[in-house]
């Protein structure tokens, strides 16, 4: 079943850590890291599921995709676009596993 939906093949002409990448999986990581950390000492749960993250940073990314500004910046030898292209599959993974695995409580607090 996940076959149908997905591809098996790679393709690595898409980039994954991008600026967007970045902005998208820092605010939400801080998001659900605050909110699961606010609610972990009370009795009732406030907690959001990722499938929130998911669909969010989706329609977030589209809209930076179409915003940010596709001109390249030099810093010495390196080179860097804030928008390299569509927003990408690659992109919306990595940000759902970069969230996934940053936006939980603190056990020890």
Partial sequence: MISAAVSSEDDPTLSCLTFR????STFFTSLCAAISQFYHFRPNNGDFSLFFVVFVSYVAGRWMARVLPTRK????????????????????????VATGAGGGSAYAT
């Fill in 21 to 24: 990448f970045w902005v998208l």
């Fill in 73 to 96: 910046f030099q810093i010495l030898r390196w080179s860097f676009s804030l928008n390299p292209g569509p927003f990408n599959i690659k992109e919306h993974v990595c940000i759902f």
